[in-house]
């Protein structure tokens, strides 16, 4: 094998460090104490990844280890390695899309034909600028060949085997910035993000819940069709939502409001499913936490038996009789089973506190009301009887003046100071029993209207001053319809005051007070209409 060194000892080190036996100029070993078990076969030439034909990047070297260069041949120069021991040379930072490399320390009689001789292996050349000053710039086709080329800075350069100045120099290799390698970089960049932009609205649309079939416009046909859905359980949503968009829409008029309001009321018809439904569904949650509670109170009876099962077992009996390793097994599962014992036991008592605490609350609603009602009725009590006695003292003093009236009237003595004292006394106390019976009346009628006001608004049809205005306001704008009014019509003119105002409440009040409003039917078949009519002034002569 014969090879061009300058240098045999370096040779000789790095085909050591490949692995294979080094070979002198005339074919002996050089290293005779080389290990032939490495399963190398003599005489190949040392591989680098700058090799014609290989075409692949060198593998990542871990930065405390050297790395060890090796010398390129090519057809018209040679490439020296760097010293090992030498830092690697320095690179700028990578430009976005970098495909362009400075390569600098070019031999002076260096031609384009040798530059592309030697950094052809690193991969497609697609332009070359070679300046006067020993550079140039070359550009690959793809961003990884640019990593191929770094790994020949610092190489020494020598043409042929000539020793001139002229024909060496060292090779700098670094990131160059070029236009055209940042105009590509970005139209890739965009493209990338069109393609991010189409996949994530491709992502959203898949996503996305389909959109709801458009609704048909309103006519006769339709509208008996929408009415014959609405009568239907399974098509009521489709009907229902088909008749709020005519309604948005402003397709109810004159002629077809006879058609809408039997809609409305087929809609209307559906509301005691819905609540006979809740309530179905309602038992049968109620049923499935007892099924639980039940359920989970077994579970419970049988984890006690189980940790019932570890206790005796645990005891000196039968305790003795087991092995150190099933010993300490019964433990393990003994506390295992009673930290899930009390996990479910503590939730078994919070759904009974729970439950408990519902029936506290209602409890307490009832006996708080109770407390009222009789603590009030008691107070009236007391004051009732207070106020008999002393209705019944006034009395007896009554009578004794009138007895000493009698007598006096009888046996009239002048010189007598005893008795028009005494008829003085009894006076003035006929007096004061007279004002404290007055005070405990007043009393009593204020706790009568305080306490048992129930009884009162329980019996008058109007029980609060919100209720007497409602009539006031009702009565006026009645007494200007003289045709009468719809409830709807009534509660709509009542939200521009009030928008809390309830139409239930309305009617109520209404019917409570028969001799001041009416409700009469007007219409003939689909037309049939209720309507309520101040009679205020006929309620006045029959009451």
Avoid at 26 to 31: F, M, R, S, V
Avoid at 446 to 460: A, C, H, I, M, W
Wanted: net charge negative.
């Amino acid at each position: 094998m014969t090879l061009p060194m300058s240098n045999p000892n370096a040779w000789a080190t790095a085909m050591n460090n490949l692995g294979m036996a080094p070979l002198g100029i005339a074919g002996q070993p050089i290293l005779p104490d080389f290990d032939p078990a490495l399963g190398m076969m003599t005489g190949i030439p040392p591989i680098t990844p700058m090799m014609p034909g290989l075409g692949i990047v060198p593998p990542p070297i871990p930065p405390d280890m050297p790395v060890v260069k090796e010398i390129i041949h090519c057809k018209s120069c040679t490439l020296f390695p760097p010293n090992p021991n030498l830092p690697p040379p320095a690179t700028r930072e990578r430009p976005p899309g970098c495909k362009t490399v400075f390569v600098g320390g070019l031999p002076e009689n260096g031609t384009e034909q040798i530059i592309v001789e030697v950094f052809e292996q690193c991969g497609e050349i697609i332009a070359i600028r070679k300046s006067k000053k020993n550079f140039c710039h070359i550009r690959f086709a793809e961003e990884y060949m640019v990593d191929k080329a770094l790994y020949l800075s610092g190489y020494r350069i020598r043409l042929g085997s000539s020793t001139d100045k002229k024909d060496t120099g060292r090779l700098h290799v670094d990131f160059a910035q070029a236009r055209d390698d940042l105009y590509e970089w970005e139209c890739k960049q965009r493209m990338l993000a069109r393609e991010e932009r189409h996949r994530r609205r491709m992502e959203e649309e898949r996503l996305r819940p389909p959109s709801p079939p458009p609704v048909v416009h309103y006519s006769d046909h339709e509208c008996s069709i929408v009415a014959e859905k609405l009568k239907d359980d399974s098509k009521f949503s489709e009907a229902v939502q088909t008749l709020l968009t005519w309604i948005e829409r402003g397709e109810v008029n004159r002629r077809s409001a006879n058609n809408f309001y039997s809609m409305i009321q087929s809609a209307n018809s559906h509301v005691r499913r819905l609540v006979n439904e809740k309530a179905a569904h309602e038992k049968d949650m109620e049923e499935a936490k007892e099924k639980f509670k039940q359920a989970l109170s077994g579970i419970l009876i049988q984890f006690e038996q189980i940790v019932a099962v570890y206790h005796s077992a645990s005891k000196q009996k039968a305790w003795d009789h087991f092995t150190k390793a099933q010993r300490k097994n019964i433990s393990v599962w003994c506390k295992q089973a009673e930290e899930i014992r009390n996990i479910h036991n503590d939730e078994l008592m919070g759904i009974r506190r729970e439950e408990e605490m519902e029936m506290s609350d209602e409890e307490m609603e009832e006996t708080t009301e109770t407390k009222e009602t009789e603590e009030s009725v008691s107070q009236a009590e007391t004051l009732k009887e207070e106020n008999d006695s002393l209705r019944w003292q006034l009395d007896a003093y009554r009578n004794e003046v009138e007895l000493l009236k009698q007598e006096q009237g009888k046996a009239p003595r002048e010189d007598d100071p005893n008795k028009e004292q005494q008829l003085q006394i009894l006076q003035q106390a006929l007096q004061g029993m007279q004002q404290e019976s007055c005070a405990t009346r007043l009393c009593t009628s204020s706790q009568d209207s305080d306490y048992p006001l129930e009884k009162t608004l329980n019996s008058s049809p109007i029980k609060s001053e919100r209720e007497a205005l409602l009539v006031g306001i009702i009565s006026t704008f009645l007494h200007v319809h003289p045709f009468g009014a719809s409830i709807e019509y009534i509660c709509s003119y009542l939200h521009r005051l009030d928008s809390k105002i309830c139409t239930s409440d309305v009617e109520c009040l209404m019917s409570r007070l028969q001799h001041t409003f009416r409700q009469e039917m007007t219409g003939v078949g689909a037309s049939l209409e209720k309507r309520w009519k101040f009679c205020g002034f006929e309620g006045l002569k029959l009451t």
